[in-house]
T-cell receptor
Framework: GQQLNQSPQSMFIQEGEDVSMNCTSS?????WLWYKQDPGEGPVLLIA?????ELTSNGRLTAQFGITRKDSFLNISASIPSDVGIYFC????????????FGKGTLLTVNP | NAGVTQTPKFQVLKTGQSMTLQCAQD?????MSWYRQDPGMGLRLIHY???????DQGEVPNGYNVSRSTTEDFPLRLLSAAPSQTSVYFC???????????FGPGTRLLVL
């Protein structure tokens, strides 16, 4: 089946630093999604990308849909303590495929 | 509008016991899915449904059954629980798999 390689697995940063994480796939995806999961809760959508090359921002978050359709990255600028959590990428190949594939997540810890 | 609700929040089972994890949504979403989350494994799709009466297997379906008699409800059944099914289970719903999936708060299951 389709697999997403998400890196890094974990990050420990100081408040105020910028963060970058990415996902790569051997398959082409038509949609890339980035979710955040707070401790003890379900994931919540941060950014959705639907077009190759698309660059989308949501506050301090910026995500891009790679032009090859096989990768995506998420940047967080000027991190704050509430950015702590697990960040997941997810990809959908479109068409009659009804499955959304998730990466294994990046655990972000922000030291105040 | 309650979104996606899951019951119970916590459950302890003995090996061989059966139980049903409940999931309901009030957003009139056609697409519903069940995931399990294990440390370091991300979110893995168990079963999904594209509408009432239609279900299909995901990545890790063994040991689980589902049915979808109404648009609102999508229960997950464990017929004979095994320790390997100890996990956190999330239900999600959306208009389609490529669009925003709304996750429930999760059910934490321990099988002894």
């Amino acid at each position: 089946g389709q697999q997403l390689n998400q890196s890094p697995q974990s990050m420990f940063i100081q408040e105020g630093e910028d963060v970058s994480m990415n996902c790569t796939s051997s398959s082409i995806f038509n949609t890339w999604l980035w979710y955040k999961q707070d401790p003890g809760e379900g994931p919540v959508l941060l950014i959705a990308l639907y077009k190759a090359g698309e660059l989308t921002s949501n506050g301090r978050l910026t995500a891009q849909f790679g032009i090859t359709r096989k990768d995506s990255f998420l940047n967080i600028s000027a991190s704050i303590p509430s950015d702590v959590g697990i960040y997941f990428c997810a990809g959908h190949s479109g068409g009659s495929n009804y499955k959304l594939t998730f990466g294994k997540g990046t655990l972000l810890t922000v030291n105040p | 509008n309650a979104g996606v609700t899951q019951t119970p929040k916590f459950q302890v089972l003995k090996t061989g016991q059966s139980m049903t994890l409940q999931c309901a949504q009030d957003m009139n979403h056609e697409y519903m899915s069940w995931y399990r989350q294990d440390p370091g494994m991300g979110l893995r799709l168990i079963h999904y449904s594209v509408g009432a009466g239609i279900t299909d297997q995901g990545e890790v379906p063994n040991g689980y059954n589902v049915s979808r008699s109404t648009t609102e409800d999508f229960p997950l059944r464990l017929l004979s629980a095994a320790p390997s099914q100890t996990s956190v289970y999330f239900c999600a719903s959306s208009y389609s798999p490529a669009e925003t999936q709304y996750f429930g708060p999760g059910t934490r299951l321990l099988v002894l």
